[in-house]
């Protein structure tokens, strides 16, 4: 995740549910929200990213942006073995 998460924008709660992952977090514009749901998405590791809230907040006189998103982990599919020719 941590591979994916622009810099200015901050995770500030993470709670995993199975394969449900819920963050909250807070960025300096849409943007950056925006970029880090594209690289969530672009990622095999990841499905079914929603934008649950963007918001503004004032933060110590700073306009941020708050988000909440939602998706999950993207299920593993089993590999099959190759059989091996050993004549």
């Given at each position: 995740?941590?591979?994916?998460?622009?810099?200015?924008?901050?995770?500030?709660?993470?709670?995993?549910?199975?394969?449900?992952?819920?963050?909250?977090?807070?960025?300096?514009s849409?943007?950056?929200?925006?970029q880090?749901?594209?690289?969530?998405?672009?990622?095999?590791?990841?499905?079914?990213?929603?934008?649950?809230?963007?918001?503004?907040?004032?933060?110590?006189?700073?306009?941020?942006?708050?988000?909440?998103?939602?998706?999950?982990?993207?299920?593993?599919?089993?590999?099959?073995?190759?059989?091996?020719?050993?004549?």
């Amino acid at each position: 995740l941590s591979d994916v998460t622009p810099d200015q924008l901050w995770i500030e709660s993470y709670k995993e549910s199975g394969s449900e992952i819920k963050i909250n977090g807070l960025a300096y514009s849409e943007e950056l929200i925006a970029q880090f749901i594209r690289a969530l998405e672009a990622s095999p590791e990841y499905e079914k990213v929603e934008l649950v809230v963007s918001e503004q907040k004032d933060v110590s006189g700073i306009k941020l942006k708050r988000f909440e998103l939602t998706f999950k982990i993207e299920s593993q599919k089993p590999v099959q073995a190759t059989p091996v020719n050993t004549k």
